[in-house]
């Protein structure tokens, strides 16, 4: 018998769901949630009540794009943490409702570990061991992979993520939220080397972004003072000169972990990795060092009920199920 899971990732401000079949991925349903732009950022009360509206059409197009009805699953999956809670509520209480009422097994899944494993959906997948860089909006790790439910950070952000670093740049420039994809789009157009933002000197395989944000503000006055339209202008040299710091403190680190741990089985994920600057610069990075590099599909990037149904289907193979009273949290290691 197939082993078929609905998988639930309500986790920010994405309401996802989706439906795997022994491994394969049938349905990845995402509604986002315009609401926040307007605002500069998520907000948390807006994206719980958005979730509580999108989430039975979205569960419901899951299924039925995967051609399954509810008595063919064999468990629900949901998203338990790290999240905004009130989103996360919004899914854990949908996923244990319909667990309790089909009387299925119930699997809770870590996101960030969800994020790494988006790599094995498609093939060619990753051999064992590999590192993973998990760039999102609320994360930056370096992660050592041992096995699909053996995972260990050995590198993370000391303040802010690369994609609030993305962010709050953009917001800087005067561009609207998300602001990654916005740079990702102007710097094709410009010179990565036509400003030159410093590499912070953090020790180890950690990172930091907040001294960027601060020398980019100090940047933009000096020269906006000499010219008011320096952004307008120059937005494309400026994107490119950002974008090439960001990526550059990213891919240095990435290069001390495989030379640290000898791993060359390299993986990218999160929201982040769809930036076509870090995806061009880890492919060379891949043909220098001789890494074998894997990037999953753009919609296994940014937040996605697949890579959680994906994780799911490696719990439901380990046995590792969640009683009834599990509770999300807000912040969680794993
Ligand atoms: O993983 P994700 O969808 O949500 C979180 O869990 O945070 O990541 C969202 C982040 C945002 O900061 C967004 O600006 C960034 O990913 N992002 C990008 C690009 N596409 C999304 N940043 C740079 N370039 C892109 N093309
Ligand atoms: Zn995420």
Redesign the pocket.
């Known amino acids: 018998m197939s082993v078929n899971i609905l998988a639930i990732e309500s986790?920010?401000?994405?309401t996802s769901a989706a439906v795997i079949s022994d491994g394969k991925v049938l349905s990845n349903v995402i509604a986002g949630q315009a609401v926040h732009e307007q605002y500069g950022g998520v907000v948390p009360e807006l994206a719980s009540r958005a979730h509580q509206e999108n989430i039975v059409p979205v569960v419901d197009l899951a299924l039925k794009k995967a051609g399954m009805q509810p008595a063919d699953l064999s468990a629900i999956a949901f998203t338990q943490s790290p999240?905004l809670i009130g989103s996360l509520l919004v899914g854990s209480s949908f996923a244990k409702s319909m667990a309790l009422a089909l009387d299925l097994p119930l699997i809770a899944v870590h996101?960030m570990q969800a994020?790494v494993l988006a790599n094995f959906i498609d093939d060619p997948k990753p051999s064992f061991p590999c590192l993973c860089l998990t760039?999102?909006?609320?994360?930056t790790q370096i992660v050592r992979v041992d096995g699909p439910l053996q995972m260990t950070v050995i590198g993370e952000t000391l303040d802010d993520?690369?994609?609030?670093a993305?962010?709050k740049s953009?917001k800087l420039l005067g561009l609207p939220?998300?602001?990654?994809?916005l740079?990702?789009?102007y710097a094709k157009e410009g010179n990565p080397k036509a400003y030159r933002f410093p590499e912070p000197q953090i020790p180890g395989l950690n990172f930091s972004f907040s001294g960027l944000k601060t020398s980019i503000l100090y940047f933009l006055q000096e020269n906006k003072a000499k010219d008011p339209a320096f952004v307008d202008n120059h937005l494309a040299d400026i994107c490119a000169s950002i974008?090439h710091r960001?990526v550059t403190i990213l891919t240095n680190k990435l290069v001390k972990a495989a030379q640290e741990t000898g791993i060359t089985e390299i993986c990218i994920?999160?929201?982040?990795?769809?930036?076509?600057?870090?995806r061009n610069a880890l492919e060379e990075l891949g043909q220098k060092h001789g890494y074998k590099v894997y990037i999953p599909q753009f919609q296994f990037?940014?937040?996605?009920a697949a890579m959680i149904a994906m994780t799911a289907h490696f719990k439901y193979l380990a046995g590792d199920f969640s009683p009834a009273d599990i509770v999300p949290t807000a912040r969680a290691a794993f």
């Open positions: 986790s920010c401000d994405d999240g996101h994020h760039v999102s909006g609320g994360h993520a690369a994609g609030e993305f962010d953009a939220y998300p602001g990654g994809p740079i990702d789009k974008q960001i994920a999160g929201g982040v990795s769809a930036n076509s600057g870090l990037c940014t937040d996605n």
